[in-house]
């Protein structure tokens, strides 16, 4: 691929580099390592593969949204997305962003690697307190539903309209049967790995809604019969976000006892229906493409994350490592060394910059 950078920018040859700008190559920036900071960089490339999210920055949409006091890390996070899809370099630092996340977590600022699921999260909640409006929501009856514990007030934002689901528990007393239902939003979901060697990612989601006993040390009181009992609970999607976000749950940490499962697990690149697992009356969308992944390499504490990432405008997919990226089949994106999933329930358009001009 032939790029440029901006030290090859002089006066007599702007005229070549300025045919260069081709909007091919937008949005494909390598990211300098800081010093293992590559669980920051592979997530940072698969956000930046999002168009929806890209052109809520790019057009300056999330200004009007901007939390004034609490606002530094989305302003940081817009011109890292401005210099990866508009800038003129191969590579870009994300050092400034990397300051002011930091400054909230301070283990951002270790140079020591970290958890890309953990980052992803205090990113996606970053972004969402900054940017986020509330609105009253009118009550949806007095029945005994799994909608009655919503609250009054909401509040959303680009991140809870592209990411946030809601997953409804059923749970029943065995004793008296009385059942009762328990709401969680999610952005990511921490899927199991039920096999050691290989599994479908359709068997992790098996796994995760299939039904559960809560018995011993788990049990519930029971509102009905005052006492605690043994309970079955089932987790169902009650509400399936637009951009659903795997976490394999690779890393099988018990007290001392650390362990990494390199199981192969098949994930596919279109056509994931979470339909199964999703409420009958919310099965709008239900049919997924995968879009991007964040792999990791090694073990717990070391390792190396890199990023493959569908590109909105050619369509193709890059392997992100780092300042490195290259071109990659769909034949090689299955790997054992996935940990991140990332699918969509629609196709994404070019980012477009600004719409009033
Ligand atoms: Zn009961």
Same mark, same amino acid.
């Given at each position: 691929?032939?790029?440029?950078?901006?030290?090859?920018?002089?006066?007599?040859?702007?005229?070549?580099?300025?045919?260069?700008?081709?909007?091919?190559?937008?949005?494909?920036?390598? =990211?300098?390592? =800081?010093?293992?900071? @590559?669980?920051?960089?592979?997530?940072?490339?698969?956000?930046?593969?999002?168009?929806?999210?890209?052109?809520? %920055?790019?057009?300056?949409?999330?200004?009007?949204?901007?939390?004034?006091?609490?606002?530094?890390?989305?302003?940081?996070? !817009?011109?890292?997305?401005?210099?990866?899809?508009?800038?003129?370099?191969?590579?870009?630092?994300?050092?400034? %962003?990397?300051?002011?996340?930091?400054?909230?977590?301070?283990?951002?600022?270790?140079?020591?690697?970290?958890?890309?699921?953990?980052?992803?999260?205090?990113?996606?909640?970053?972004?969402?307190?900054?940017?986020?409006?509330? &609105?009253?929501?009118?009550?949806?009856?007095?029945?005994?539903?799994?909608?009655?514990?919503?609250?009054?007030?909401?509040?959303?934002?680009?991140?809870?309209? /592209?990411?946030?689901?809601?997953?409804?528990?059923?749970?029943?007393?065995?004793?008296?049967?009385?059942?009762?239902?328990?709401?969680?939003?999610?952005?990511?979901?921490?899927?199991?790995?039920?096999?050691?060697?290989? @599994?479908?990612?359709?068997?992790?989601?098996?796994?995760?809604?299939?039904?559960?006993?809560?018995?011993?040390?788990?049990?519930?009181?029971? &509102?009905?019969?005052?006492?605690?009992?043994?309970?079955?609970?089932?987790?169902?999607?009650?509400?399936?976000?637009?951009?659903?976000?795997?976490? /394999?749950?690779?890393?099988?940490?018990?007290?001392?006892?650390?362990?990494?499962?390199?199981?192969?697990?098949?994930?596919? =690149?279109?056509?994931?229906?979470?339909?199964?697992?999703?409420?009958?009356?919310?099965?709008?969308?239900?049919?997924?493409?995968?879009?991007?992944?964040?792999?990791? %390499?090694?073990?717990?504490?070391?390792?190396?994350?890199? !990023? %493959? @990432?569908?590109?909105?405008?050619?369509?193709?997919?890059?392997?992100?490592?780092?300042?490195?990226?290259?071109?990659?089949?769909?034949?090689? =994106?299955?790997?054992?060394?996935?940990?991140? /999933?990332?699918?969509?329930?629609?196709?994404? &358009?070019?980012?477009?910059?600004?719409?009033? @001009?």
């Amino acid at each position: 691929m032939k790029r440029w950078s901006k030290d090859a920018l002089s006066s007599e040859n702007l005229n070549e580099t300025h045919e260069e700008t081709n909007p091919q190559y937008q949005g494909l920036t390598g =990211l300098r390592n =800081l010093g293992n900071t @590559c669980y920051m960089n592979a997530v940072i490339q698969c956000l930046c593969s999002i168009s929806p999210l890209v052109e809520y %920055f790019l057009s300056g949409k999330y200004i009007t949204s901007l939390d004034k006091d609490n606002g530094e890390i989305a302003t940081a996070f !817009a011109y890292l997305m401005n210099e990866m899809w508009l800038g003129d370099f191969d590579c870009v630092s994300p050092e400034v %962003f990397r300051l002011v996340i930091g400054e909230q977590y301070p283990t951002f600022l270790k140079k020591t690697q970290q958890d890309a699921q953990e980052f992803l999260i205090h990113v996606l909640n970053e972004l969402h307190e900054a940017l986020k409006k509330s &609105s009253k929501r009118r009550n949806q009856g007095t029945t005994s539903t799994a909608w009655e514990s919503r609250p009054s007030v909401t509040e959303s934002s680009i991140i809870t309209r /592209l990411f946030e689901g809601h997953l409804s528990y059923y749970v029943m007393c065995l004793e008296c049967q009385t059942t009762t239902y328990k709401n969680e939003i999610f952005t990511v979901l921490s899927l199991p790995i039920p096999y050691e060697t290989e @599994c479908s990612l359709e068997e992790c989601l098996e796994c995760f809604f299939q039904q559960d006993m809560l018995t011993w040390n788990n049990q519930i009181t029971c &509102s009905s019969c005052g006492t605690k009992q043994d309970a079955a609970v089932k987790a169902s999607i009650a509400k399936a976000p637009k951009t659903v976000i795997f976490h /394999l749950k690779r890393f099988d940490c018990q007290g001392s006892y650390k362990k990494k499962l390199t199981t192969d697990i098949y994930y596919p =690149l279109n056509n994931l229906d979470l339909s199964p697992y999703i409420y009958p009356l919310f099965r709008k969308n239900p049919k997924y493409s995968l879009f991007a992944v964040v792999n990791h %390499f090694g073990d717990l504490d070391g390792g190396h994350y890199t !990023a %493959f @990432c569908k590109h909105t405008i050619s369509q193709n997919w890059y392997n992100f490592d780092d300042s490195r990226i290259s071109e990659i089949a769909e034949s090689a =994106l299955q790997t054992p060394d996935a940990y991140l /999933l990332f699918y969509s329930n629609q196709s994404f &358009s070019v980012p477009v910059k600004n719409q009033s @001009c």
